[in-house]
């Protein structure tokens, strides 16, 4: 009786296991991306008993959304070009060739790469006088507020979290990110990385507000913080309707991802890249790489208000893929444009870049908000 | 207002000690009380240089700035001591690489002077224009690291480019890039062909054309010009009072010029101008800087247009050799033969040049026995503006510390000597 009792418990634990593992299946194979040209090797991997799991798992939109495209992996590939790009460029601006000794046949596309490589193998020298603990865990929880917004961001139906709440929720934790700065040149404790922390600070009021104030007047002209009816919304991109708003948030953008003019807080002529002044190795990489992320996240979110988001002509045989592709061409452009910026701008005081961000962008993205009231309000939008 | 702190007893911080910084303790002390801040900028700075600036600032404002060269001091007024007199030459180049070639004419001029030598009239041009294309050349250099210790990257490389032509220049008539030693008592080492005379005409014209372009994106540039404009302002009687000399002496508004008050070389031969400015911030002795590049483009192009022919050395120094019409075109396989031998008379002889960053001074002081000076003392611009240039520091911003650097092109090696 005993035995038969235990076996008996066992297959209904079987049993429960099984639906539990098919319940879960069921969530992702329901929510799968379609993609037509892949879509014949799909059907077959998803006749092989564990390795569907695995193909459902990585097609299911969320978690494509999050650890691909535009998630994850998207952020990765786009910091490698935008690296690249940006030394390229400027080094065709100043006469010169540019990263070249790595994969020259390529035009040297492998150099971040390899630069990681070795910030990876770099001794990381902790100094005596750093708060041991924060200094070395900082840049790695940097990525939080970094990486979660990309939650919120709608690629077409491709999303990890809808929710009428995602314009707040990911301006706040863009908001974040400045306050992990400052606490990384806190622990660094060193004279160049203190005022390095106190500028961030004052750059962060002097941008923070015009920008917010840009990013709710979008929020007023579509009537909704909803990403994903924004993008439905726009018929016509935002940038049409509300141009004024757009070039408050392109400044203020160059302005939080410290972009020269905007490059106060880690003016490495005047105070060695400030918060950053104290790190070696792969903490210094995290760290110098920390902007590029924070623009590839605003440049997401400006493709996703002004530029129409994931619309765009579709694309043969891509099916989902489609919209992906678009957002991520977009924000990629947008850095582009930021990476420009290098090579035409020297750098502002801290003193004349508040003034910009108290009086013109304020001033700017007030007006923006009016527009994009008279235009809800006109009743111009469907 | 009343100025209130606890009076607690202050640690100076354990840095000041092992570095040997060399302010007094009370200096810190009073500092730390008093809610200032003492950065060290440098040496190990990406914006100092080869100098440490010891920069007492309050909230934002630098309220004092000490200096303390040294770092590239090479001691080569003790170094001149134990070398022939035309051994000097290669060596005070060496401060100020970029302008070896007024560096050797200063030197060399306080030797003619001695001796009384004539120099013949085509080295005199032939000086003329490697003296004005080591200005540019310096006037280029500084314009690209005052560039980028504002950021602008491609305002550093831009001028390194055009620099190259210069470099090339140097390639073509003397045989080395940058440390010429071409100028010697006398005259001049080599003769200079026609075609490259004519390749420096042509590459003045490359460097007028592409000054526009740096124009456009860097002189113009309006984030330029908004960190530039009413900094580090020095006034005319300021300027005076501190010693500044060169082109920052101009850019307050003072014509003063070695080469016009002089006339050495065949500077009172050609036709130019002196630029002075008014404001006498970090902008106009910028502008100050670059309208004396196209000065001198002028002095060259005038020079080879006008260069007479004839020999390059002195018939003084040559005397009763016998190759005298091949050392005339040519000093090469008689060099050591004429100048071993110079031996000034007793007494000190002084040379003023106006190098460029500014005066430069020599002065030789000899005992008139033996073939090595028994003194020399060297007085470069760098030093004498160093004063000026702390003085302008002061209530400036700390990130104005290195637009007012730029802006006088401070170069520690040439302070230090």
């Not at chain 1, 296991?17 to 799968?32: A, D, G, H, P, R």
């Not at chain 1, 991520?328 to 502002?348: E, G, N, S």
């Not at chain 2, 002795?285 to 002195?314: C, H, M």
């Not at chain 2, 030093?383 to 911003?397: A, V």
Request: net charge neutral.
């Amino acid at each position: 009786m005993a035995v038969s009792g235990t076996s008996r418990q066992k297959q209904t634990d079987e049993v429960m296991e099984l639906t539990l593992v098919n319940t879960v299946f069921q969530i992702f194979s329901s929510n799968m991306m379609d993609i037509p040209v892949i879509k014949p090797l799909v059907d077959v991997l998803m006749t092989v008993p564990i390795v569907k799991y695995l193909v459902a798992l990585i097609l299911w939109k969320p978690f494509f959304a999050v650890i691909l495209v535009p998630g994850l992996t998207g952020l990765m590939l786009s910091l490698l070009f935008i690296i690249w790009f940006e030394r390229k460029l400027t080094a065709r601006i100043q006469w010169r060739m540019g990263p070249l000794e790595i994969s020259r046949s390529i035009g040297g596309i492998l150099q971040p790469l390899a630069d990681g490589m070795r910030y990876f193998f770099q001794e990381i020298i902790i100094h005596k006088e750093a708060h041991r603990p924060y200094f070395v865990q900082f840049p790695i929880l940097a990525f939080i507020p970094v990486l979660l917004p990309v939650l919120f961001i709608p690629a077409g139906t491709v999303y990890a979290i809808r929710t009428p709440y995602a314009l707040p929720v990911i301006v706040s934790l863009i908001s974040m990110i400045p306050v992990v700065i400052m606490a990384i040149g806190w622990a660094s404790n060193s004279r160049l990385a203190f005022i390095g922390t106190v500028r961030e600070a004052f750059m962060y009021f002097g941008y923070e507000i015009p920008f917010i104030i840009a990013v709710l007047a979008m929020a007023v002209l579509y009537g909704t913080s909803d990403l994903y009816l924004i993008v439905e919304k726009q018929r016509v991109w935002g940038i049409a309707l509300n141009p004024i708003s757009a070039l408050v948030f392109l400044i203020t953008m160059a302005m939080a991802t410290s972009r020269l003019p905007f490059e106060i807080a880690e003016a490495d002529q005047e105070i060695a890249f400030g918060p950053f002044v104290e790190y070696s190795g792969i903490l210094f990489g995290l760290t110098m790489t920390l902007a590029y992320e924070k623009m590839y996240i605003l440049g997401l979110l400006f493709s996703v208000l002004f530029l129409g988001g994931g619309s765009g002509p579709p694309l043969p045989f891509l099916g989902d893929l489609t919209p992906v592709i678009w957002l991520y061409i977009k924000a990629v452009i947008i850095m582009c444009i930021m990476a420009f910026l290098r090579a035409v701008y020297p750098r502002y005081r801290i003193d004349q870049a508040l003034r910009l961000g108290w009086t013109y962008l304020a001033g700017l993205a007030v007006v923006s908000v009016v527009i994009a009231g008279l235009i809800s309000a006109g009743g111009l939008l469907p | 207002m009343r100025e209130e702190y606890l009076d607690i007893p202050v640690e100076p911080p354990a840095e000041f000690q092992p570095l040997f910084v060399p302010i007094p303790r009370e200096y810190v002390e009073n500092a730390f009380r008093s809610d200032e801040f003492i950065v060290l900028v440098g040496p190990q700075h990406p914006g100092s240089g080869h100098m440490r600036i010891v920069v007492r600032i309050k909230g934002d404002i630098i309220v004092d700035a000490l200096p303390e060269p040294g770092y590239v001091h090479r001691s080569m007024e003790k170094l001149a001591e134990n070398r022939l007199y035309i051994q000097n030459i290669p060596l005070f180049e060496r401060p100020s690489i970029m302008d070896s070639s007024n560096y050797n004419v200063g030197y060399v001029r306080a030797i003619e002077d001695a001796l009384d030598i004539e120099v013949p009239e085509r080295a005199r041009y032939i000086r003329t224009i490697f003296c004005e294309l080591s200005r540019i050349g310096t006037h280029l250099y500084d314009a690209g690291i005052f560039s980028v210790f504002l950021g602008h990257t491609t305002g550093f490389m831009w001028p390194f480019g055009l620099r190259e032509l210069i470099c090339e220049a140097n390639l073509r008539a003397t045989g080395t890039r940058v440390t010429t030693s071409f100028i010697v008592p006398g005259g001049v080492r080599a003769d200079v062909d026609d075609s490259v005379l004519k390749f420096i005409y042509d590459s003045m014209g490359v460097i007028e054309k592409r000054m526009k372009g740096f124009e456009k994106i860097f002189i113009k540039n309006p984030a330029v010009i908004a960190r530039l404009k009413d900094v580090g302002v020095l006034t005319k009687e300021e300027a005076i009072r501190y010693g500044v000399v060169g082109p920052f002496l101009r850019a307050s508004g003072v014509a003063y010029d070695v080469r016009k008050v002089e006339g050495y070389d065949a500077y009172d031969e050609l036709e130019w101008e002196v630029p002075v400015g008014d404001d006498g911030d970090a902008y106009t002795r910028f502008l100050v800087r670059v309208e004396e590049i196209s000065q001198s483009i002028k002095i060259i192009r005038q020079a080879i247009k006008n260069i007479p022919r004839g020999p390059i050395l002195s018939d003084d120094l040559i005397g009763k050799l016998k190759e005298k019409d091949q050392v005339r075109k040519n000093i090469k396989g008689y060099f050591y033969r004429i100048f071993s031998r110079i031996r000034l008379p007793q007494g000190e002889f002084t040379s003023q040049t106006e190098a460029g960053r500014g005066l430069l001074l020599y002065s030789i002081v000899s005992d008139g026995e033996s073939n090595v000076p028994y003194r020399v003392r060297m007085v470069t611009p760098g030093w004498l503006y160093l004063k000026g240039f702390m003085e302008s520091l002061k209530g400036s911003r700390l990130a104005d510390l290195q637009a007012i650097y730029g802006s006088f092109g401070y170069f520690p090696p040439e302070a230090d000597r």
